[in-house]
């Protein structure tokens, strides 16, 4: 018969056992939710830019982005202003804080929207996959930290089929593959550095608005440089309800793909946002076959761009085996400690 004391001891591990999981499943729940948010933003505000951007033929990429950045904050300032959120005005603290994540930011909007508009959707893709690759060379250089043969196989395999899709792209732009190739610096070092900034006391909301109101000067005077702005006001379409509501919806998802992405970022590991934005560039592959319409079907290309989701596929499946071994030895010494106390 178990002594009262016994009995007291195991209902106290049963109810820390219940918090523990309660907390975990509650982690994981975030955490999926956060992944599931950013690639649905991803994906949607790719289709609704594109749409934009081609179908309607506007031609001012740099106001799209200056449109969405000055939604983002102008809600947030409102929202602040009704104290539905709260979080300090700008400072040289807070910008020394969160610098260089503003420019990279900046680049990564602007040269996205750019990529996006002058490449079809399939390609941008397949080229947007070399962020990876920068990744891993960024890890190299700042880290010491070397992928795996088997990964570093994907990424061979991803840049194998971007040169035979990009050899047979009917649809070829010197331009538009720039904008893309730099976009993908811009997003690996924002990869490589938001997940230090975030790491601290900083809400989504505060560097959201933080990174949108540094960019809002620069892409505004960018705008007024290149001549988008007066183009933007010359365009034939403005009495288009079709066109108003994508060009809405697009100024709204920039606040909503920025928010989906820093809570990604935030309650999950950089490999799950690398993965998740591996998916969702494989479903935008195919969606960007119809959106658009400025993909050309080609059977070389065709088979480039299957390769290289393959290899996404892979690099995917690959970084998961390997945080899994990862998180096995590390609970295995955990054991060990634990049995040797």
Known sequence: MASPANETVEGAN?????????????????????????????????????????TYNFRSFQVVGLGQIVTIVVL??????????????LSWDQLKRIFPLPIFYFFNLVLGLGGTQKTNLPMFTVLRRFTLIFVSVGQICMFNKYETAQVNFSLILM?????????????????????????????????LFAKKKLSGDMGNAELMYYNSLVALVP????????????????????????????????????????????LCQQLTSALTYTVVGSIKNVVITYIGMYVGGDYVFELYNFIGIHVSVVASLLYTYFKFREEDAARKEKELKSRSTAVQA
């Open 14 to 54: 049963t109810t820390t056992s219940a918090k523990v999981s309660k907390e975990l499943w509650t982690k994981i729940t975030k955490q999926v939710g956060a992944s599931f948010f950013f690639g649905v933003a991803s994906i949607l505000i790719m289709t609704v830019n594109k749409t934009v951007l081609t």
């Open 76 to 89: 947030l300032r409102v929202l602040k202003m009704l104290k539905l959120l709260s979080f300090p005005d």
């Open 219 to 262: 892409a505004l005077v960018l705008a007024v440089a290149t001549g988008e702005l007066r183009t933007a006001y010359e365009y034939p379409n403005w009495t288009s309800v079709g066109f108003l509501v994508n060009f809405f919806l697009s100024c709204i998802m920039g606040a909503v793909l920025m928010y989906s992405m820093t």
């Open 159 to 191: 840049i194998l089929g971007a040169f035979v899709a990009a050899y047979r792209d009917l649809t070829f732009d010197l331009m538009g593959y720039t904008y893309v190739t730099f976009n993908n610096v811009a997003t690996a070092a924002n990869n």
